[in-house]
């Protein structure tokens, strides 16, 4: 069984349109991420979410934001795309020690 | 505020040879170390866990914190080791202060 999905694989768009990605964890883990993952392959933390209580990345511009309909799902929902958003985006949850990543969301923005 | 470095953008070994990827980090308090990689296109995975002091995969790592590294090593590189390798620092299990490193692209010659 997977225990952290994403969904779609892939997203191509087009600048300025608006955009969801969803995640799904299914560890019972109460802590869940969004991490972005440049072209450098530099990973950084967006969000973090537990128990309602919403983590955000300072550097976050707020055309992202997260939603999470229940403990097993965080969505990240991003307005007005920007060519500089294209990246891979990954989810993640925790439990304690270690997060387990979801498989990654591909975006590129045309 | 906690730092996570790794020197080496890439490490290139030959097949069989020792391998160590260096890791420091900045943190005033009593961190919590991993080591995560990732394959080619492939999620992140939890590799170790300071606390755990265990051996995956034939590496190890060992927190020192008098020299705050966190170094991982491997005696016998193998071909299928190459991957990037990100150290990561956890200040509590919330992640509102998880950091990852910038990565270190590991590439074992034949």
Redesign the interface.
């Known amino acids: 069984d997977t225990a952290v999905s994403q969904t779609p694989k892939y997203l191509v768009t087009q600048m300025g349109n608006d955009k969801s990605i969803k995640c799904e964890q299914n560890l019972g883990h109460d802590t869940m991420y969004w991490y972005k993952q440049d072209s450098k392959k530099f990973l950084k933390i967006m969000f973090s979410y537990n128990n309602k209580e919403l983590i955000i990345n300072e550097t976050v511009p707020n055309r992202f934001s997260p939603k999470s309909p229940d403990k097993a799902h965080l969505n990240l929902h991003i307005n007005s795309l920007e060519l500089g958003d294209s990246a891979v985006y990954f989810c993640a949850s925790s439990q304690g020690q270690g997060q387990y990543f979801g498989p990654g969301t591909r975006l590129t923005v045309t | 505020a906690q730092r996570v470095t790794q020197p080496e953008k890439l490490l290139s070994v030959f097949k069989g040879a020792p391998v160590e990827l260096k890791c420091n980090y900045s943190y005033s308090g009593s961190p919590?170390l991993?080591w995560?990689v990732?394959y080619s296109r492939?999620?992140?995975?939890?590799l170790l866990?300071h606390?755990?002091r265990e051996s995956i995969k034939g590496f190890t790592a060992d927190l020192n914190k008098g020299e705050t590294s966190f170094h991982l090593k491997k005696p016998f590189a193998q071909e299928e080791d190459s991957a990037?390798y990100?150290c990561a620092l956890s200040e509590d299990?919330?992640?509102?202060n998880?950091?990852?490193g910038?990565?270190t692209?590991l590439s074992v010659l034949p």
Do not use: T
Not at chain 2, 42 to 46: H, V
Not at chain 2, 93 to 96: D, H, L, R, S, V
């Open positions: 919590e991993f995560y990732q492939q999620r992140l995975q939890l866990r606390i755990s990037m990100y299990n919330y992640g509102q998880f950091v990852f910038p990565g692209r």
